[in-house]
Antibody
Framework: QVQLVQSEAEVKKPGASLKVSCKAS????????ITWVRQAPGQGLEWMGW????????DYARKFQGRVTMTTDTSTTTAYMELRSLRSDDTAVYYC??????????WGQGTLVTVSS | DIQMTQSPSSLSASVGDRVTITCQAS??????LNWFQQRPGKAPKLLIY???NLESGVPSRFSGSGSGTYFTFTISSLQPEDIGTYYC?????????FGPGTTVDLK
């Protein structure tokens, strides 16, 4: 069965960097993309970007361009999302989701990231 | 970017009620519209894709319709396990955006 398992919760200081992992299983990894979405406490869903697991093409939301990098490792079927220069308003649950043609059908369990001094 | 709005922002309904949520896009998104359910503390779950297609394994009481800029999502007979927040999301053209969500609870 398709599963996306994300890394554990993290606490980061302002200005630090974050790298969340998303281990995929149960499907052919390089035939789908991975979308990253975040959700601040008590807020809605925010699309951060997408990466093709086939060729590494990326598309980032304008808000995060220059601060985010999405990568995949096909040898371990794992996707990564790195966010730099963290601020307190980056505190959120970060989700990865399998993506094909814009449709996100399977989601990871979420990774809570708290940014606090 | 295309902006998404949803109405209502929240609603209370009884078990067995028909529930309808609307979603409007600021520009034509054709049928490139998904609906997600998010239960408290859980990841979103895809219910409807391409405006009206029921995702595999999703109960048939859920349905979606619409195209262009106006979409509706319906639960034909509300069940206790349907409590949560529902989000629409357009996915073409890029970048995708989610609506603000509609919270559904039991009366």
């Amino acid at each position: 069965q398709v599963q996306l398992v994300q890394s554990e919760a993290e606490v980061k200081k302002p200005g630090a960097s974050l790298k969340v992992s998303c281990k995929a299983s149960g499907y052919t990894f390089n035939t789908y993309g991975i979308t990253w979405v975040r959700q601040a406490p008590g807020q809605g869903l925010e699309w951060m970007g997408w990466i093709s697991a086939y060729n590494g093409d990326t598309d980032y939301a304008r808000k995060f361009q220059g601060r985010v990098t999405m990568t995949t490792d096909t040898s371990t079927t794992t996707a990564y999302m790195e966010l730099r220069s963290l601020r307190s308003d980056d505190t959120a649950v970060y989700y990865c989701a399998r993506a094909r043609l814009g449709i996100n059908d399977y989601w990871g369990q979420g990774t809570l990231v708290t940014v606090s001094s | 970017d295309i902006q998404m709005t949803q109405s209502p922002s929240s609603l209370s309904a009884s078990v067995g009620d028909r529930v309808t949520i609307t979603c409007q896009a600021s520009q034509d998104v054709s049928i490139y519209l998904n609906w997600f359910q998010q239960r408290p503390g859980k990841a979103p779950k895809l219910l409807i894709y391409a405006a009206s297609n029921l995702e595999s394994g999703v109960p048939s009481r859920f349905s979606g319709s619409g195209s262009g800029t106006y979409f509706t999502f319906t639960i034909s007979s509300l069940q206790p396990e349907d409590i949560g927040t529902y989000y629409c999301q357009h996915y073409d053209p890029y970048p995708p955006h989610f609506g603000p969500g509609t919270t559904v609870d039991l009366k």
